[in-house]
Each structure stands twice: as structure tokens, then as C-alpha cells.
């Protein structure tokens, strides 16, 4: 079992920048993936950022340029700052790990991005 805990969200400027953190139970190192998921109202969860063992992470492309993805072994702790965000990035964020076959989520975080 992998507990996932999010946090750093909240209420925004356009133009403003937030950094979530997602806390795992265990070390970063047991999951052979990572990533960063939001749902706006009415729409389908969307993946925002890839995180693989190794290499770079992945973006959407409506985020390429804004969003940075970082992990902290010694925390269990993965982040997305985002910057330059804007209303569209309006959302509940997710994170997911995967370890072996299953996926475990986060209750996500609410990001608010609004004048």
C-alpha cells in the first residue's frame, strides 16, 4: 500500500506561480512511475506531467514552458511548480505513483488561478 499526500494549493492571480507537493509513504525509489493529473469541473482528469524513473519528465502542451516537475528522494516528495499560470489552469491536482501493476493516487488539491 502507498499513501499519497498532496498540498500547496490554493487561490492565485493569473500571471502568479504555485508549487505542489505530493508526499509518498515510501521511498520515490519503489515506483516505476510518477505523475501529476488535474481535473477541471466538467472534464476529463488530464495527465499535466510524466515522471519516469529516469530521464526528463513530460509535459502537456498546454503547460510546456511553465510547469517544472522535481523529486526529493530524501523526502519521498514530488513536486510541480507552476508558473505563469493562467484561469485554464483552474483544477483539482492529482498525483500518481505506480509500483508493479497498480496506481495509487493522491485526494488531490484544489489550485484556484482567478483575479
Known amino acids: 500500500q502507498v499513501q499519497l499526500v498532496e498540498s500547496g494549493g490554493g487561490l492565485v492571480q493569473p500571471g502568479g506561480s504555485l508549487r505542489l507537493s505530493c508526499a509518498a509513504s515510501?521511498?520515490?525509489?519503489?515506483?516505476?512511475?510518477m505523475g501529476w493529473y488535474r481535473q477541471a469541473p466538467g472534464k476529463e482528469r488530464e495527465l499535466v506531467a510524466a515522471?519516469?524513473?529516469?530521464?526528463?519528465?513530460n509535459f502537456a502542451d498546454s503547460v510546456k514552458g511553465r510547469f517544472t516537475a522535481s523529486r526529493d528522494f530524501a523526502k519521498n516528495t514530488v513536486y510541480l511548480q507552476m508558473n505563469s499560470l493562467k484561469p485554464e489552469d483552474t483544477a483539482v491536482y492529482f498525483c500518481?505513483?505506480?509500483?508493479?501493476?497498480?496506481?495509487?493516487w493522491g485526494q488531490g488539491t484544489q489550485v484556484t488561478v482567478s483575479s
Open positions: 500518481k505513483v505506480s509500483m508493479g501493476p497498480n496506481d495509487y
Open positions: 515510501r521511498s520515490l525509489f519503489s515506483f516505476n512511475a
Open positions: 515522471i519516469r524513473s529516469s530521464g526528463s519528465p
